[in-house]
């Protein structure tokens, strides 16, 4: 048990809902990170908290956005939902030094 | 950006060892770690390198040169559950993206 708690496990859903992912870090952690791997693809990071506040931003798409709350948890919200976004979700937290990044279960998306 | 190599497929005998090798190219580095993670299933941390040099630990050992953008992963004694994608990923001098390679699959044969 990596310590990081993603809910839900898994999700199906219809084209053109929207869904929201949550996250709740390691204990003490700061930073949260979010990823999505699709079937076959590798880990594409999507986006990074660190306390609060946005850090760092990768191919993520306009249609998905995410947030950390003052408690450090997470969301990322995905809507107008396409088939091509069904893959797992993964995040990840890490405390200050970033030497130690443990990842969730990650959440099973199906967009049907 | 960053740009991280690592072979597609690599196949051993139980028992045997294995190196996975991974270089990089970046703008910016702080680390870089190496997860195991088996299909559907969430990576799991291995190591982490900053300096140059060996970190051993257990049955695997990661080395990293920072000089020439290289890093390997050794996989000594291998038994079948180590049959899984090995995954190098850098982190970038803000501590902020931490960037994957396509992973290795490790395929442990009897």
């Known amino acids: 048990d990596s310590g990081v708690t993603q809910t839900p496990k898994h999700l199906i859903t219809a084209t053109g809902q929207r869904v929201t992912l949550r996250c709740s870090p390691r204990?003490?952690?700061?930073?949260v990170y979010w990823y999505q791997q699709s079937l076959d693809q590798g880990l594409q990071f999507l986006i990074q908290?660190?306390?609060?506040?946005?850090?760092a931003k990768g191919n993520i798409l306009e249609r998905f956005s995410a947030q950390q709350f003052p408690d450090l948890h997470s969301e990322l919200n995905l809507s107008s939902l396409e088939l091509g976004d069904s893959a797992l979700y993964f995040c990840?937290?890490?405390?200050?030094?970033?030497?130690?990044?443990?990842f969730g279960e990650g959440s099973w998306l199906t967009v049907v | 950006g960053q740009n991280i190599d690592q072979p597609t497929e690599m196949t051993a005998t139980e028992g045997a060892i294995v190196q996975i090798n991974c270089t990089y190219q970046t703008s910016g580095f702080n680390g870089l770690f190496w997860y195991q993670q088996h299909a559907g299933e969430a990576p799991t941390f291995l190591s982490y390198n900053v300096l140059d040099g060996l970190e051993e630990k257990g049955r695997f050992s990661s080395f990293l040169s920072r000089s020439k953008g290289y890093s390997y992963l050794l996989l000594k004694e291998l038994q079948m559950k180590d049959s899984a994608s090995y995954l190098c990923?850098?982190?970038?001098?803000?501590?902020?993206?931490?960037?994957f390679g396509a992973g290795t699959q490790v395929v442990v044969t009897p």
């Open positions: 990840a937290s890490s405390g200050h030094s970033g030497n130690t990044i443990y």
């Open positions: 908290y660190y306390n609060g506040e946005e850090r």
């Open positions: 204990s003490g952690d700061l930073s």
């Open positions: 990923a850098t982190h970038d001098d803000s501590w902020g993206k931490l960037q």
